[in-house]
């Protein structure tokens, strides 16, 4: 894999994983919000959605973007040497446990989750489902056509 492919899937992957993240966030905001006789249409969800990817994707790009620096050079190296047919897995993997652990450690830190959508189980959840999202868009955008790695030709 050349470096420059390797930067750039990573880019793309901690913009989607943000985006996406942000996304649902807001999804699980509005649905509190419903709850509490406060329904939302459907445009008013698209407005918050986009005000809120705007607002508050660029710090949570910044949390991802740490994260999934450290667990997906992590993932390849376990990969390789423990699981090398499952390249896509095991970067589906990072990118879920990354999300998760670095909503965890805010919390514990915090002691509060800063993530409102993330404060239920199914919103935690929701979010490392992006983080997943994220690990399997670097692996497919890491990959050579044949869904392996490319080696540099020295």
Same mark, same amino acid.
Do not use: N
């Given at each position: 894999?050349?470096?420059?492919?390797?930067?750039?899937?990573?880019?793309?992957?901690?913009?989607?994983?943000?985006?996406?993240?942000?996304?649902?966030?807001?999804?699980?905001?509005?649905?509190?919000?419903?709850?509490?006789?406060?329904?939302? +249409?459907? /445009?008013? *969800?698209?407005?918050?959605? /986009?005000?809120?990817? *705007?607002?508050?994707?660029?710090?949570?790009?910044?949390?991802?973007?740490? +994260?999934?620096?450290?667990?997906?050079?992590?993932?390849?190296?376990?990969? *390789?040497?423990?699981?090398?047919?499952?390249?896509?897995?095991?970067?589906?993997?990072?990118?879920?446990? /990354?999300?998760?652990?670095?909503?965890?450690?805010?919390? +514990?830190?915090?002691?509060?989750?800063?993530?409102?959508?993330?404060? +239920?189980?199914?919103?935690?959840?929701?979010?490392?489902?992006?983080? /997943?999202?994220?690990?399997?868009?670097?692996?497919?955008?890491?990959?050579?056509?044949?869904?392996?790695?490319? *080696?540099?030709?020295?």
């Amino acid at each position: 894999m050349t470096s420059m492919r390797a930067l750039l899937a990573y880019v793309v992957a901690v913009l989607l994983t943000a985006a996406l993240a942000t996304a649902l966030h807001t999804q699980f905001v509005a649905a509190a919000l419903a709850q509490l006789d406060a329904p939302l +249409s459907l /445009a008013q *969800r698209l407005q918050m959605t /986009a005000h809120d990817i *705007r607002g508050m994707g660029p710090v949570y790009a910044l949390l991802i973007g740490v +994260s999934f620096a450290i667990a997906l050079p992590l993932a390849g190296l376990l990969q *390789r040497k423990l699981m090398p047919e499952r390249r896509r897995l095991a970067y589906v993997l990072a990118g879920a446990a /990354a999300l998760l652990t670095a909503l965890t450690l805010m919390q +514990s830190l915090l002691g509060i989750m800063p993530i409102a959508g993330a404060r +239920s189980l199914a919103g935690w959840l929701c979010q490392g489902l992006a983080g /997943a999202a994220g690990g399997w868009l670097f692996a497919s955008l890491s990959a050579g056509a044949s869904g392996r790695v490319q *080696r540099p030709v020295v």
